[in-house]
């Protein structure tokens, strides 16, 4: 999180100039071929406000299902797909089983994949990734890149389909993850976090439990097949600017169309603070069908999220960054900010890891149904 305001528009210009002049001359391991296009947000970003603002005055309260609300999936997916209505936007009802034992429906797969999601399994990754990012996991540090290699065998030992690389620019390392799609014209999915910190403090909320929380996504996600391609990012240099996030995104726009190519891009940063243990889950989106998604899947699933609606306004995080190329975002939070942010008590002992599973939990479920959830691998 990074309460930066909008990066001056001279500032664009010359990065814009500075990007197509490098373009041709840099090479990536990706198709994607993000470029340097150097770091004009970072020299923006010292007159940043130094002050968290609260959450969207104007969010809606949505609560989740009262007696369910502390419930965990059940062990049954099945049990828990049956009660699902029909009324998810454009997931097939049913789909072919990857076992040949019959069809499976989207709504039992969208149910397995979250229970494999385990609050243990997230609990232990908190601790490591902690472990390693005293006294901070800023951009540029030895700790930070300890980080994302830790990111990538956590990845790739749980989540063999993914294709986890390195993008690496002018000291800056963005880890990309992609899944592919099966239907090349069902366009793709991003979900991503900032696995770099302040040099203030540790950054176990900020952003460490977005990272987490998109690792998680992408473990769960690689033992099942989509129409569309899903991507699992975890960018650099969020702190000082949207770095990693401005330089992916607008090289992403070269080939890539908003809504056509990259239909939504879905943002996790800070979701696991939640002191009073409320459950609220923050998600940014004025899109009355995205907002019904978000209700359906957190009743349907159970996963127990008090739902607040509110507004996506540029300027907080690297969804920013893709609003600003033209794509559609939303972010999925935490609705008590943090008052640990950017400080050194940002740490472990401060999380919330049944809130932030709850968050996880969340986020896959809406992007299982939007990229076409259609079977096991
Ligand atoms: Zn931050």
Known sequence: MNRLADVPSRALAL?????????????SSTDV????????????????PDVPAPSD????????PGSDADTDLGPGASDVGQKVSDARPSTPDVAPGGDGGGASTAKDLIGQLLASIDQKEVQQAVMELYGMSLPNRASGTANYRKATEWAKVMVEAKAPAVKVTFIEMAGLRNTEIVLPGTDPSAGMYIVGGHMDSVAAGPGADDDGSGSIGTMFVARAFAKFKFK???????????????????????????????????????NLDMISNDPRNRAAINVTTTDPQLRALHTQINTDYMIGA??????????????CS?????????EIKEDDFSPNWHRPSDTMANQNVTTMT???????????????????R
Do not use: H
């Open 15 to 27: 990065w814009t100039i500075a990007f197509f002049s490098l373009l041709s001359s840099c090479v």
């Open 306 to 319: 008090m739902l607040v609606f509110g507004g996506n306004n540029c300027g907080t995080s690297d969804d």
């Open 57 to 64: 005055a104007g969010a809606e309260a949505n609560a989740g």
């Open 358 to 376: 709850k968050n996880i939990k969340l986020a896959a479920g809406v992007l299982a149904s939007l990229a076409g959830i259609e079977g096991v």
């Open 33 to 48: 071929s993000p470029t340097d296009a150097g770091s004009p947000a970072a020299e923006v970003s010292a007159g940043k």
């Open 322 to 330: 893709f609003q600003r190329s033209g794509y559609k975002t939303i």
């Open 228 to 266: 569309s391609e899903v991507r699992f990012m975890l960018f650099d240099a969020e702190e000082r600017g949207f770095v990693g996030s401005t330089q992916y995104a607008r090289a992403l726009r070269m080939t890539c169309e908003p809504t056509t190519c990259l239909k939504l891009y879905v």
